[in-house]
């Protein structure tokens, strides 16, 4: 007989079930799958362990997660959703993050969309909302050298705080988008308006897991921004508006404070007429500094 037909069956109890599940992925051949794997076992088990869910209590849990994944579409992420507010983008980000550069931040759930191209100065507001804004800066690398030919990929919500995924129809497609390229000093510039603090989604499931736990569902008003440059590491960060209403409760604790900047009031016409902007507007300038890939 083969050591398999002569194995003899362990009882599968409560101090025996990681143990056995760990071994059933013993032969798994990527090892850092298996390391995966084996963590997971044990952490899961130890949280089951530890609050003792009931069977209904764990079809409910069940039946949350299938609704997560039904609600999610072309343009609606829920699970990044429920990731964000759960802290776990967040805590991924961060323990990802290299000193030196700009801080990182959640990519988020509404990145479902191609930005369109578009020349430096250009606007990103394809309604004309009420007050203009101007968003300018430089990609450096950590030494301060400008990085030309930098992709900068740039989305927001409009002033009542939708995106144009969110009212179809009602907003174009495109709006509060664009994909610009630095120039030969690493600047970069568009037009656009200063976003609004808005709620996340709140009509799936993690809206209602966010309304059983008397947590609010809104996020600081911020730009979103990912930025390219060849030898260097992405960037997915935002720039968060000084002064917007829950800085200090962001649903999904993306907030850092290097990464809050004022969106000033300019009269300047000179000024305004330099960007293709009316006085009065509001400017923000900041730069985006890259660490370089590490050498392998």
């Not at 997971?40 to 949280?47: A, G, K, P, Q």
């Not at 144009?164 to 907003?171: E, H, I, L």
Request: proline share 7%; glycine share 8%; with cysteine.
């Amino acid at each position: 007989m083969d050591d398999e037909a002569e194995a003899i069956p362990v009882d599968f109890n409560e101090h025996t079930a990681t143990q056995a599940v760990q071994d059933g992925f013993g032969k798994t051949p990527d090892p850092r799958l298996h390391e995966i794997l084996t963590a997971l076992t044990r952490h899961l088990h130890d949280f089951v362990r530890e609050t003792r869910p009931s069977i209904q209590e764990w079809e409910q849990a069940i039946q949350f997660l299938t609704a997560v994944g039904q609600t999610c579409t072309d343009t609606r992420q829920e699970f990044v959703l429920l990731s964000d507010v759960l802290g776990v983008s967040m805590l991924v980000e961060t323990l990802n993050e290299r000193e030196g550069g700009t801080e990182s931040t959640v990519l988020g759930p509404f990145h479902m969309v191609d930005s369109p191209p578009r020349a430096l100065g250009d606007s990103i507001d394809l309604v004309g909302e009420a007050e203009p804004c101007v968003v300018s800066g430089r990609v450096l690398d950590t030494d301060g050298a400008p990085l030309p030919d930098a992709k900068v990929d740039v989305w927001q919500c409009n002033e009542q705080g939708f995106y144009d995924v969110q009212q179809p129809g009602v907003q174009p497609s495109g709006n509060g988008r664009g994909l610009f390229h630095t120039d030969t000093e690493g600047r970069f510039r568009f037009r656009t308006v200063v976003p609004s603090h808005y709620p996340i989604p709140t009509d799936g499931p993690v809206g209602r897991l966010l309304e059983a736990t008397g947590r609010h569902p809104y996020r600081p008003a911020h730009i979103h921004f990912i930025v390219q440059a060849d030898g260097h590491t992405p960037l997915t960060t935002h720039v968060f508006v000084a002064g917007s209403p829950y800085l200090d409760s962001d649903a999904v604790f993306a907030v850092k404070q290097s990464l809050v900047v004022d969106f000033t009031e300019s009269d300047d016409e000179e000024e305004a007429a330099r960007h293709a902007v009316q006085a009065p507007f509001r400017h923000a300038e900041f730069d985006l500094v890259l660490n370089r890939e590490p050498t392998r």
